[in-house]
């Protein structure tokens, strides 16, 4: 938990078992990458976070704000996000990275699972793929909007990827 909002590193929910990965985003924000490793003395966890490029508070931030922006899309598609307390499934969102060039984040889409597979996942919520490929057009036109000459990269997981192909969305 960072404050009271849930926060998973990436190489965590990787080594789980129960989480399964949707996709992974990389996204370039106009946005400064500066250090200020002060802003995170009241942060847990700081010298982990410093590991993988979270450099300052306002990293944090901007991710949050990221994945909340991600996770309201998937809520109006009626696709939870997956809570700790309770450990039911539902969308995990993990920080892999954070480097400069501007600011890029990289982010992990998971699913919880207690004890499915990704396709009875996939089959319990069909409107992921939708929310998928609203995330992939949002991306898309926000990065167009900042001026972004980079297309942001959105790998899809094997299952979500068939799934999508299934639907004739891919």
């Not at 600011?103 to 919520?125: Q, R």
């Amino acid at each position: 938990m960072m404050g009271d909002k849930p926060f998973f590193f990436y190489e965590d929910i990787q080594k789980h078992d129960n989480f399964k990965p949707l996709a992974m985003l990389k996204l370039r924000l106009d946005k400064p990458y500066e250090e200020n490793f002060a802003s995170l003395s009241f942060v847990n966890q700081s010298q982990r976070l410093r590991s993988i490029g979270v450099v300052s508070a306002d990293i944090l931030t901007e991710y949050f704000s990221v994945i909340s922006t991600l996770q309201k899309n998937f809520e109006a598609l009626e696709i939870p996000e997956y809570s700790p307390e309770s450990e039911t499934e539902g969308v995990v969102w993990a920080l892999k990275s954070a480097a400069p060039g501007s600011l890029v984040l990289e982010i992990a889409a998971s699913c919880f699972l207690a004890g499915m597979t990704v396709m009875k996942f996939l089959e319990k919520y069909p409107k992921i793929s939708d929310g998928v490929l609203r995330i992939r057009s949002d991306i898309e036109k926000v990065s167009q909007a900042m001026g972004n000459d980079e297309e942001p990269v959105i790998i899809l997981s094997p299952a979500l990827e068939e799934e999508l192909r299934k639907k004739g969305k891919s």
